[in-house]
């Protein structure tokens, strides 16, 4: 994890199905990057938060 690295859980869809998993980034826009990076492009992104 990088200095300043928060959790943040990331609501999808995939294939119709609804799921969540963690991503540890600086901002939400990296999360949502090495979010699309481990699942593909075809994975819709429903939201990004920050975990308390």
């Given at each position: 994890m990088k200095c300043g690295?928060?959790?943040y859980h990331?609501?999808?869809e995939i294939r119709g199905e609804r799921k969540i998993t963690s991503?540890?980034?600086r901002t939400p826009a990296e999360a949502r990057k090495k979010f699309r990076v481990e699942y593909g492009e075809k994975s819709q992104i429903i939201s990004v938060r920050v975990v308390v």
């Open positions: 690295a928060k959790q990331i609501e999808f991503v540890a980034a």
